[in-house]
């Protein structure tokens, strides 16, 4: 994604750099379209290749997740609720403070969860919980439930692959450009959607 190459970067600067991705992708908004998926998958896999241990890996990227959703959720509770109930101010207004309270109230709890498997939306989803006035400990706990199955699930897929298949190392490239796809899937479905909603 975004022309990054994810093995070279894993293999270039391996444990600190999956870190710096994951809270950078879970908390901050410049981190929206980084590769977490493929990026942890990637790092699964070279760690069936001895390049890195997979437990440290594994420990590393679930606080980097549990961390950077914790930042989003502060960024929008602390920021959120000023730059909303500006009129006009990027075309945004109150109205958007009141949906996002709703919605969570509602959905919260299943939402952090499964934002953790959609690129772009995991991004966002913490900022709107905090915009949105979502307690704080309903907020860690699923968080961490998301981010547990997410930052432990993925790196794990790319071990098993690549201590399974013979000369996997072969394969990395293509099945990561596929996982990238996958990835793109929801977040353009949901937009498709939002469009026929909206017409």
């Keep these: 994604m975004l022309g990054i190459d994810i093995v070279s970067i894993v293999?270039?600067?391996?444990?600190?750099?999956?870190?710096?991705?994951?809270?950078?992708?879970?908390?901050?908004?410049?981190?929206?379209?980084?590769?977490g998926d493929s990026l942890l998958f990637t790092a699964g896999f070279l760690a069936s290749q001895?390049?890195?241990?997979?437990?440290?890996?594994?420990?590393?990227?679930?606080?980097?997740?549990?961390?950077?959703?914790?930042?989003?959720?502060w960024l929008g509770k602390r920021f959120g609720p000023s730059v909303f109930t500006r009129n006009n101010h990027l075309l945004l207004d109150q109205a958007h403070i009141a949906r996002a309270e709703r919605y969570y109230e509602e959905h919260g709890p299943v939402t952090i969860v499964l934002a953790r498997f959609m690129p772009v939306i995991r991004t966002i989803a913490p900022v709107l919980a905090?915009?949105?006035?979502?307690?704080?400990?309903?907020?860690?706990?699923?968080?961490?439930?998301?981010a547990l199955l997410w930052a432990v699930g993925v790196p794990l897929i790319g071990f098993w692959l690549g201590s399974s298949v013979p000369n996997a190392d072969k394969y990395i490239i293509p099945i990561v450009i596929v996982i990238m796809g996958l990835s793109a899937v929801p977040p353009f479905y949901r937009y498709i959607q939002s469009r026929r909603t909206k017409i």
């Design 11 to 35: 293999r270039t600067f391996g444990y600190i750099g999956v870190a710096a991705i994951v809270f950078t992708e879970s908390g901050l908004l410049i981190g929206a379209f980084f590769p």
């Design 50 to 73: 001895n390049q890195l241990h997979i437990i440290p890996l594994i420990f590393i990227a679930f606080i980097a997740a549990v961390l950077g959703d914790n930042v989003g959720y």
């Design 130 to 146: 905090g915009v949105g006035s979502m307690k704080w400990r309903i907020f860690f706990t699923y968080n961490i439930v998301g």
